[in-house]
Structures are given as C-alpha cells and as structure tokens.
C-alpha cells in the first residue's frame, strides 16, 4: 500500500497539484462498554480503515476521503478536481510555510495495549465500579469506557513518511438522584491523565478510581438537600475540569488562526482576537501564561505529529498576560502574515488536525495548557478567599460567536467564607466578558494542583469534526465573578 | 454505494442457521461539502463511506459492532459476525433484553435521491457564493458559509423477516454569511434546505442578504438594557428551540428516566403543559415534511405522530430499543428520522406585514448561537443571538442590537408564545457528513414570545466593563 499511496501522490504532482498528501488509517478501531443501572448498557465495536487525499493545486485547496482502498486513485482524482474547482473562487493563493521533510514515527506510551486485554476482564471492572456507584438515593448511575487505537501512515510530496500508533483511553462514572425540589442533578467524572505515567489499560485498574466513585456518591447526597447557590458578585475558585473547559472554550477556540481570520465565521463563528492584537494585547493579568504543547506527555492531544506532517511544538500563546501567539498551520500563516503587514508568525505551531481520514485538517487545539503559578495548594488558595464559591463539573455551556463571552453551569459549588469552606450549594452557575474575566485571575495553583484534563467532545468545522485533546492546568481563582443558580 | 440486497439476505441466514437473533443495516453515502471563507472558496471536499451495523442476541446476551469491510463481500460480513458471536459467551445477560423490532415489510422501499447529485461537478456550488462576492464583495463585505449535498441510504434486514426494507434519499443545505467589514464587522445570514438540486435558488439568498444588508447599513446600533422583552424568533431560532425541546421533552426514554423536563406526575400524557396555540407534530405525511421517510434508520415504520396538541401533551416517542426494553415499552417511532412540525398560526406571512404590525418595542432574533441546557430537569436554556438582532417599534425597524444572551425555559416560551405566523419554512438540521442523514424541522417563520429574560448584552463597551 505504501509503494501504492507513493505512486499516487507522484501521479498528483504529474497531473499539475502543487502539493499532496494521503493519511491512510491502517486500522481505526474504536471499542465502548458501558453500564446502565447495574445492566449492561452498551457493548460495541467498531472497525473502520480509510484514507483522506489532500491536493493543493491552483493555490486551492481540494480533499476527498474513501473507505475503499480499491478506489484510492480515484479518489485522488476526485481531491484534484475539488481543488480546480476551488481555485475558481480564490482570492488569495495558498502558500504553505515550510516544514522538515521527515521520516519518522510516533507511539502512545502505553504499558497494557486494551486490545489484548479479554472482555471479561473488562466486564469485570466496568460491574466492580458500577457496584460503587450504588447508593439509596442514586437512582441512575453508569460507568463508560472507551478505548480507542488508530495505525496511520502518512506520506506527502515533499517527501515526509510518518507512522503512527495512537492509543487513547476515556473512562467517566455518572451518578444522579432527585433533589428536594424534585428536579435531577447529577455527579460526573471523567479520568485525567498524569504526564509521568502512561495511556492503557492502567488508567481503568488505577484504584484512585473506586475512591473516586465513592466520593461523587457523597457529594450527590449532599448536593440533594443543598441550598441553591445564590446570586451575588464574589471571588471564584475554578476546579481542574472547570478551568479546562474555561481555557477550552475562551483561550482555545478563541486563539484559532482560521477563526481570526474568518474561516469558521459562517459555522462555529469568529474571533474577539485581530492580526492587530498579537504582541500587544493584554489578554488577562499577569498570572496568566498560556500555551498550546503538542508535546504534552499521555494526552489524546499529543500525536507526536500533525496532518501536515509538523512534529508537535511547545507553543508560547499567552506570556504573563500579553497576547503572543495563536494555534497555527502550513496553509493560513503566510496568509495572516500578509495581512497584518508583518512577520507574526515565524512557522507553523503544529497545530493542523484531522478527526478522521474522512476529514480534511484544520487548526485545532491540541494541548491549551496554563503553567502553574505560586500561589499554593488547593487548601492555600481557599484560605485566601473571604468570600467566594469554588465550582467544578462542566453541566452546560454557551459562548458568544467571537469567544467574547460564556456563560457555564456547574455540576458543584462549594460555598467559601472567611477562607473555609462552608458547605455544598446546588445548580451554581458563572459567566462574564472572556477578556475582564481573565484579567480578574488574581491567583494560579502551584504545581500540585496542575492536572492534565483529557477532552473527545470538542467540535468545530464544516463538515463537522469531533476532536481529542487535552488541557493541562491548575486551580485558579478570580476576583468579582457574577455568579448564580441556574438561568 | 449501492448494497447488493442479497449480500444482507444471505448474512441474515447464517444467523438464522447459526440460532442467533440478529439485525443488520448497511449505510452508505456520497457527500460534496463547498466551504467559503473571505470570499474565496476554502475548501472542497466529497466523501464516500459504506458501512454496516451488526446486532447480534443470543438468549439474554448482546453484542454490536460496526465494520467498513473491504470488498463488501458476504464472506467478509460473516467473518466480522462471527468474530461478535465469539464474545457472547464472555457477556453478562441483560435480563430485560426483548426480542428484535418488527420490521416493516412489504411495498415501504423507497428512492428519493437525486443521482445528479452523486457524480455532480461541484463548480454549481462554488458558484453560489461567487454570485454573493460579485454582489457584496465591493461593499465592504466578506463573504463565507458552507454548501453540503449529497445521498444516501440505508437497508435494514433481521432475523424476524426475509426481505430488507431500504430507503435512498438526497438533500442539500447551503449557508451564505457576510461580514460587513467597513461596518464593524457585522453579520447577517441566509440559509436554504431542500432534497435536490432543482430546488437551489441562489437569488433567493442574495435576496434575503440584501434586505438584512439594507437594515444593518441604514439604522444606528444599539445596545439594550437587561430585563424582560417580547421577542419575535425568526426560522433559524424556532427551529433551534423546538429541535432542543424534542431531545429533552418529547423522548420517550428521557420521561421513562426522568432525565428530561417533563415530570412524571405533572407532565403526564394528556395534561396541559404548553399554551392553547402550541401544535406540534411528528408527521411523515406532512405535506410541509421535507423528507418523507416512511421507514425509521431502525426499520420500524413511522405513524404520524401528534405530539402536542394544542398545548396538551399527546404522545412521547419511544425510539431506543434498550431503553424501551427495560421499561416494557414497544419502540412505536425513529428519533433520527424525525419530522417535527410547529403548526402556523394567523400571524404575520410577511417581512413587511411583521414589521408593520409591531408597534411595541420588541425584539428581532434571527438565529440563536450555541444554545446549551442550564438545568434540563426545568427545561432551562441559554444562547446568544446571532446574524440580526433588531429593535422593532411603531411599525419601523428603529434599531439594529449587538448580540443578546437569552436565558429562559422552553416551559416559558411554549406557554408564552403571543403569535405564530401563518407562513411555514423548513429549516436545516442534517448531520451531513461522516455518514449523511437528512433531517429537517418545519416551523412557522416568525413567532413571538412575551416577556423574554434576556441577561447580557455584548456592546464592547460593555464587555470591556464587564
């Protein structure tokens, strides 16, 4: 397949593309087991192969994606013509920055392939954390893995031929009850990732997991018969799957480079971020430093390379509070550099990707980390706030079309009064401006409170793409924020 | 593309042969997506995948699994089966676990597509926006969007029956959006849908880009207070909170559970839950349904369905066989098929007759952006507004808004809604690519709902003070 796929690309560039590239999903197999109320709920496989052509001809852009490898020359023609047919309508001719022609590979660093682990096994372990989740007054509750394993060659005209084996592994426990007003709430948790360790079968049989359980379990019941949480404007501490949503949805998305320059506008939307801001824009205060690490140990962000064959970098996006740099491919960073009439972006972030073969790639975030400060532990972070509510669990959120605001619901709030905790409230709620919000952070947990949050939800794109990725960061904590209950 | 029936007839047998229950569904599809951004085409792509999903029961043990097989063949399918059968014995049972749907049987075999669509050059679709930069282009305007088209089909067989039943359909869904660049970067929107080409109608769109083009350049921008406002809802909007709605109230499963708005013992079948002029239905037979699948994707068929009637809560659908299998539920519909319908009211069938008639302040929300569920157990939402947001007074547009945050229940709304224009409209809500299916939801073009919480406005002023 590889002479194959070698040949094809050879073809492309005889045919007149400028540039091509074929990622060939060897193996795309994807494996989910799941729990329902003590029953098994969910037991499925799926096995897919495939490879998306990409053909840069014209200065346009064509991809066309099959999961018949009978058909693969085709295909190709297909991705040409797509990109004839662009370059119809084109304003502005597609310059890719220059890479490394490379020929390398890549694995995810796993100790217990799941692969080779027998359905029993894990049938025994999804019913073993199910049994913890039981409880008189749970009256749902689930346990869900899900492991997934991609084989990917890639090989593109300009010489680069990368593999890769790439393993990622999701586990979440559910717990919900009826509270005393007679309306559903819910305790979930979703297994993180520690950069000193691995990604396999480990993750499930870690025991930090039935202590997890167990504790949802108590904080349902409390949050039951909690108070709701109460309108006011105070100091907010954010838990480590709050702040990753929170970096997600007003750094990540915000700091995309098509969506800057307008690309995504009709869909997913735009950007409070211009070409004008970078270098000078004081994003948030000066404990904020950001940045998108491609390199990040044991994420499902971390893929050693891009879809255009970048290896992953470690990318400064926010420096002590001012604007720095953006998630960046080959194909828009000559073309914003133009623009802004300046040098702002020296080469290409590494952060061009793709869901599937079927999907042409796009930016994408692939770790949007915030380092830890030295502002302490969880436990000297809540004695600093006199008054103040601390949250965690993402239940909804909603973000204007430039990332200009949000508006989040949590699934816990712990009431802070006079640096203690005082007690559970139910339904709590945040929202705010993003650019007042992260200039009101007032205080970044030191390393023991950094932890890497694994996310497979993020969408983005038309067609629309489902990506993996993950977000290092510490518990913060932020001054003035309108906080409530429900809407 | 197209499966070779006898490909599924001859699997089904081996599970037959085998004394395992089964169900088995090919999809395939062949999808063209044009995207447009900054007035140039940024990508165009197509896509062809055939896939099959296999259910296999073996007395009180289960186990599915989904497979792109090589050469479609009914060596490999059965292959992949057996390697399903291997598992059963590793399983738990699942003690509620019911025998298979009924599937329908008999003259349900329907094509809808249109084969122009499948070999298509797609220069048609680059078209669409090179119309719209040639119109706006040298008015200060950038213009993106996204153009999808394409076909598809599904075939369902089990081991109930003998024949497969399958649908083929096509449909298409094109977005233009301008950025009024020398206008502060302001946005307006144009959206169709329909089921083949002949439908497109590119001047429509221009059209309608025109007059939203004509209100952001002639009135001021304003910011509004935060409080309660009777709001009109345009297409996009209605469709965004019924299409909501539908998953968190009108599940059946989501009732069974509790999971959804509606409580058991206050919400029940027959109650009034919604106001007098609220009709809402599931109707393949509609005349205004888009696309009239007979057969669900589970290959039961689908009866017409009233879901509220006339604010009374008439039925709910039950679509997950799982779910309905430990309830004791017969799974009566298809939720991914779909034709939910918000029957029009005597309203306002115009652009010119809404304007006319409005002469309270009241609020224009054309289309609401990333609506998300606050509390689902009350039905409560959020979402900003997007692409028009306007101020309508005395019978004039007076003013053009920054984007609104809109917080309310969909309890709220539905028993709040003052009028329903009598004009229908389809709107989009098809998964189109990564293996296409058409889905639609009609609704009057207009409503309005009184007193609208609406908790933030996004003037940068604003913002920057926040």
Same mark, same amino acid.
């Given at each position: 397949?590889?002479?194959?796929?070698?040949?094809?690309?050879?073809?492309?560039?005889?045919?007149?593309?400028?540039?091509?590239?074929?990622?060939?999903?060897?193996?795309?197999?994807?494996?989910?087991?799941?729990?329902?109320?003590?029953i098994?709920?969910?037991?499925?496989?799926?096995?897919?192969?495939?490879?998306?052509?990409?053909?840069?001809?014209d200065?346009?852009?064509?991809?066309?994606?099959?999961?018949?490898m009978?058909?693969?020359?085709?295909?190709?023609?297909?991705a040409?013509?797509?990109?004839?047919?662009?370059?119809?309508?084109?304003?502005?001719?597609?310059e890719?920055?220059p890479?490394?022609?490379?020929?390398?590979?890549?694995?995810?660093?796993?100790?217990?392939?799941?692969?080779?682990?027998?359905?029993?096994?894990?049938?025994?372990?999804?019913?073993?954390?199910?049994?913890?989740?039981?409880?008189?007054?749970?009256?749902?509750?689930?346990?869900?893995?899900?492991?997934?394993?991609?084989s990917?060659?890639?090989a593109?005209?300009?010489?680069?031929?990368?593999?890769?084996?790439?393993?990622?592994?999701a586990a979440?426990?559910?717990?919900?009850?009826?509270?005393?007003?007679?309306?559903?709430?819910?305790?979930?948790?979703?297994?993180?990732?520690?950069?000193?360790?691995?990604?396999?079968?480990?993750?499930?049989?870690?025991?930090?997991?039935?202590?997890?359980?167990?504790?949802?379990?108590?904080?349902?019941?409390?949050?039951?018969?909690?108070?709701?949480?109460?309108?006011?404007?105070?100091?907010?501490?954010?838990?480590?799957?709050?702040?990753?949503?929170?970096?997600?949805?007003?750094?990540?998305?915000?700091?995309?480079?098509?969506?800057?320059?307008?690309?995504?506008?009709?869909?997913?939307?735009?950007?409070?971020?211009?070409?004008?801001?970078?270098?000078h824009?004081?994003?948030?205060?000066?404990?904020?430093?950001?940045?998108?690490?491609?390199?990040?140990?044991?994420?499902?962000?971390?893929t050693?390379?891009?879809?255009?064959?970048?290896?992953?970098?470690n990318?400064?996006?926010?420096?002590n509070?001012?604007?720095?740099?953006?998630?960046?491919?080959?194909?828009?960073?000559?073309?914003?550099?133009?623009?802004?009439?300046?040098?702002?972006?020296?080469?290409?972030?590494?952060?061009?990707?793709?869901?599937?073969?079927?999907h042409?790639?796009?930016?994408?975030?692939?770790?949007?980390n915030?380092d830890?400060?030295?502002?302490?532990?969880?436990?000297?972070?809540?004695?600093?706030?006199k008054?103040?509510?601390?949250?965690?669990?993402?239940r909804?959120?909603?973000?204007?079309?430039?990332?200009?605001?949000?508006?989040?619901?949590?699934?816990?709030?712990?009431?802070?009064?006079?640096?203690?905790?005082?007690?559970?409230?139910?339904?709590?709620?945040?929202g705010g401006?993003?650019?007042?919000?992260?200039?009101?952070?007032?205080?970044?947990?030191?390393?023991?409170?950094?932890?890497?949050?694994?996310?497979?939800?993020?969408?983005?794109?038309?067609?629309?793409?489902?990506?993996?990725?993950g977000?290092?960061?510490?518990?913060?904590?932020?001054?003035?924020?309108?906080?409530?209950?429900?809407? | 593309?197209?499966?070779?029936?006898?490909?599924?007839?001859?699997?089904?047998?081996?599970?037959?042969?085998?004394?395992?229950?089964?169900?088995?569904?090919?999809?395939?599809?062949?999808?063209?997506?044009?995207?447009?951004?900054?007035?140039?085409?940024?990508?165009?792509?197509?896509?062809?995948?055939?896939?099959?999903?296999v259910?296999?029961?073996?007395?009180?043990?289960?186990?599915?699994?989904?497979?792109?097989l090589?050469?479609?063949?009914?060596?490999?399918?059965?292959?992949?089966?057996?390697?399903?059968?291997?598992?059963?014995?590793?399983?738990?049972?699942?003690?509620?676990?019911?025998?298979?749907?009924?599937?329908a049987q008999?003259?349900?075999?329907?094509?809808?597509?249109?084969?122009?669509?499948?070999?298509?050059?797609?220069?048609?679709?680059?078209?669409?926006?090179?119309?719209a930069?040639n119109?706006?282009?040298?008015?200060?305007?950038?213009?993106?969007?996204?153009?999808?088209?394409?076909t598809?089909?599904?075939?369902?067989i089990?081991?109930?029956?003998?024949?497969?039943?399958?649908?083929?359909?096509?449909?298409?869904?094109?977005?233009?959006?301008?950025q009024l %660049?020398?206008?502060?970067?302001?946005? +307006?929107? *144009? @959206?169709?849908?329909?089921?083949?080409?002949?439908? !497109?109608?590119? =001047?429509?769109?221009?059209?309608?880009?025109?007059?939203?083009?004509?209100?952001k350049?002639?009135?001021?921008?304003?910011?509004?207070?935060?409080?309660?406002?009777?709001?009109i809802?345009?297409?996009?909007?209605?469709?965004?909170?019924?299409?909501?709605?539908?998953?968190?109230?009108?599940?059946?499963?989501?009732?069974?559970?509790?999971?959804?708005?509606?409580?058991?013992?206050?919400?029940?079948?027959?109650?009034?839950?919604?106001?007098?002029?609220?009709?809402?239905?599931?109707?393949?037979?509609?005349?205004h349904?888009?696309?009239?699948?007979?057969v669900?994707?589970?290959?039961?068929?689908?009866?017409?369905?009233?879901i509220?009637? %006339?604010?009374?809560?008439?039925?709910? +659908?039950? *679509? @997950?066989?799982?779910?309905?299998?430990?309830?004791? !539920?017969?799974? =009566?519909?298809?939720?991914?098929?779909?034709?939910?319908?918000?029957?029009?009211?005597?309203?306002?069938?115009?652009?010119?007759e809404?304007?006319?008639?409005?002469?309270?302040?009241?609020?224009?929300?054309?289309?609401?952006?990333?609506?998300?569920?606050?509390?689902?157990?009350?039905?409560?939402?959020?979402?900003?507004?997007?692409?028009?947001?306007?101020?309508?007074?005395?019978?004039?547009?007076?003013?053009?808004?920054?984007?609104?945050?809109v917080?309310?229940?969909?309890?709220?709304?539905?028993?709040?809604?003052?009028?329903?224009?009598?004009?229908?409209?389809s709107?989009?809500?098809?998964?189109?690519?990564?293996?296409r299916?058409?889905?639609?939801?009609?609704?009057?073009?207009?409503?309005?709902?009184?007193?609208?919480?609406?908790?933030?406005?996004?003037?940068?002023?604003?913002?920057e003070?926040?």
């Amino acid at each position: 397949m590889q002479k194959k796929i070698a040949d094809i690309l050879d073809s492309l560039l005889a045919m007149g593309a400028s540039y091509a590239d074929i990622r060939w999903h060897q193996d795309d197999w994807l494996q989910s087991l799941s729990t329902l109320k003590g029953i098994l709920h969910q037991n499925s496989t799926r096995k897919r192969q495939g490879a998306g052509i990409r053909v840069l001809c014209d200065g346009a852009w064509g991809f066309s994606s099959t999961e018949n490898m009978n058909t693969l020359a085709d295909t190709a023609k297909a991705a040409l013509e797509q990109a004839r047919s662009a370059a119809q309508l084109r304003q502005f001719k597609i310059e890719l920055s220059p890479k490394e022609t490379l020929i390398s590979e890549f694995q995810t660093h796993t100790l217990i392939d799941p692969r080779t682990v027998s359905l029993e096994d894990k049938m025994k372990r999804l019913f073993e954390l199910d049994q913890l989740l039981r409880a008189p007054e749970v009256d749902l509750w689930s346990v869900s893995f899900e492991f997934y394993h991609r084989s990917i060659y890639y090989a593109d005209t300009e010489g680069s031929k990368i593999w890769r084996k790439i393993n990622d592994v999701a586990a979440s426990l559910d717990c919900s009850g009826i509270d005393i007003d007679g309306l559903r709430q819910k305790r979930s948790f979703e297994i993180y990732q520690d950069i000193n360790k691995s990604v396999g079968w480990e993750n499930i049989i870690d025991q930090d997991l039935n202590v997890k359980a167990s504790q949802l379990v108590d904080q349902l019941k409390e949050i039951l018969k909690a108070p709701q949480c109460e309108q006011e404007t105070c100091d907010l501490v954010i838990l480590n799957s709050m702040m990753a949503l929170q970096v997600h949805e007003t750094i990540g998305h915000a700091l995309e480079l098509d969506r800057i320059l307008g690309y995504e506008l009709s869909y997913a939307g735009g950007s409070h971020v211009n070409l004008d801001d970078f270098d000078h824009k004081v994003f948030g205060s000066k404990k904020l430093n950001a940045r998108a690490d491609g390199t990040t140990p044991n994420s499902p962000g971390t893929t050693g390379f891009d879809d255009d064959g970048v290896p992953g970098r470690n990318v400064v996006l926010i420096d002590n509070g001012i604007l720095k740099n953006a998630l960046t491919s080959r194909s828009t960073i000559n073309e914003a550099n133009t623009l802004a009439k300046r040098k702002i972006f020296d080469q290409s972030g590494g952060a061009n990707r793709a869901e599937s073969y079927r999907h042409m790639p796009i930016e994408r975030m692939n770790n949007i980390n915030l380092d830890p400060g030295n502002d302490g532990e969880l436990e000297e972070l809540i004695s600093k706030v006199k008054n103040g509510l601390m949250v965690e669990s993402p239940r909804s959120w909603s973000i204007g079309s430039n990332r200009e605001n949000f508006h989040f619901a949590c699934e816990i709030g712990w009431k802070i009064k006079d640096g203690k905790i005082s007690h559970i409230v139910r339904n709590p709620t945040y929202g705010g401006a993003s650019i007042p919000f992260w200039n009101s952070l007032k205080y970044v947990g030191d390393k023991s409170t950094w932890r890497l949050e694994q996310v497979y939800n993020c969408g983005k794109g038309q067609p629309n793409q489902i990506m993996r990725l993950g977000h290092g960061v510490p518990v913060c904590v932020f001054e003035n924020v309108q906080v409530g209950s429900e809407s | 593309m197209k499966v070779d029936h006898q490909l599924l007839i001859n699997a089904n047998q081996y599970l037959k042969d085998q004394g395992i229950k089964g169900q088995i569904v090919f999809r395939s599809e062949r999808s063209h997506l044009v995207r447009a951004g900054r007035n140039q085409v940024s990508l165009n792509t197509s896509e062809e995948a055939a896939r099959f999903f296999v259910q296999i029961q073996l007395g009180k043990k289960q186990s599915k699994g989904e497979f792109v097989l090589k050469n479609n063949t009914t060596e490999e399918l059965i292959h992949e089966i057996k390697e399903l059968q291997a598992t059963l014995p590793l399983l738990p049972e699942i003690d509620h676990l019911g025998d298979l749907l009924n599937l329908a049987q008999g003259d349900y075999n329907d094509d809808h597509s249109d084969m122009d669509m499948i070999n298509m050059d797609t220069s048609l679709m680059v078209d669409v926006y090179a119309k719209a930069v040639n119109k706006f282009a040298d008015k200060g305007c950038e213009v993106s969007g996204a153009f999808s088209l394409g076909t598809y089909a599904y075939s369902i067989i089990n081991t109930n029956v003998e024949q497969p039943i399958s649908y083929r359909g096509s449909d298409y869904n094109v977005d233009v959006v301008l950025q009024l %660049k020398e206008h502060n970067n302001k946005e +307006i929107k *144009s @959206s169709q849908v329909g089921a083949s080409l002949a439908e !497109i109608n590119a =001047d429509a769109m221009i059209e309608e880009l025109d007059r939203h083009f004509l209100v952001k350049t002639t009135t001021h921008r304003k910011s509004v207070p935060i409080g309660k406002y009777n709001v009109i809802f345009g297409p996009e909007a209605v469709a965004e909170i019924l299409a909501y709605t539908s998953w968190v109230g009108f599940s059946g499963e989501s009732y069974l559970m509790q999971t959804g708005m509606f409580k058991k013992g206050q919400h029940d079948i027959g109650s009034k839950v919604f106001g007098d002029n609220i009709t809402i239905t599931n109707d393949p037979t509609s005349k205004h349904s888009l696309f009239k699948r007979r057969v669900g994707l589970n290959g039961i068929l689908r009866p017409a369905h009233t879901i509220i009637n %006339k604010g009374i809560l008439k039925n709910l +659908i039950y *679509s @997950s066989k799982d779910i309905c299998d430990r309830y004791g !539920i017969v799974v =009566d519909n298809d939720f991914a098929t779909a034709s939910f319908e918000l029957l029009p009211g005597t309203g306002p069938a115009t652009w010119t007759e809404l304007v006319q008639q409005t002469k309270e302040p009241t609020l224009y929300i054309n289309t609401l952006h990333y609506m998300n569920f606050t509390n689902v157990a009350k039905g409560e939402f959020t979402a900003t507004s997007r692409f028009g947001t306007y101020l309508i007074s005395e019978g004039k547009v007076q003013d053009h808004l920054y984007n609104i945050r809109v917080n309310d229940s969909f309890h709220h709304v539905f028993n709040n809604v003052h009028w329903l224009s009598s004009k229908i409209t389809s709107v989009n809500l098809s998964s189109t690519y990564g293996m296409r299916l058409a889905s639609s939801v009609s609704v009057p073009e207009w409503i309005e709902v009184k007193d609208v919480p609406i908790t933030a406005c996004f003037a940068p002023e604003l913002s920057e003070n926040a």
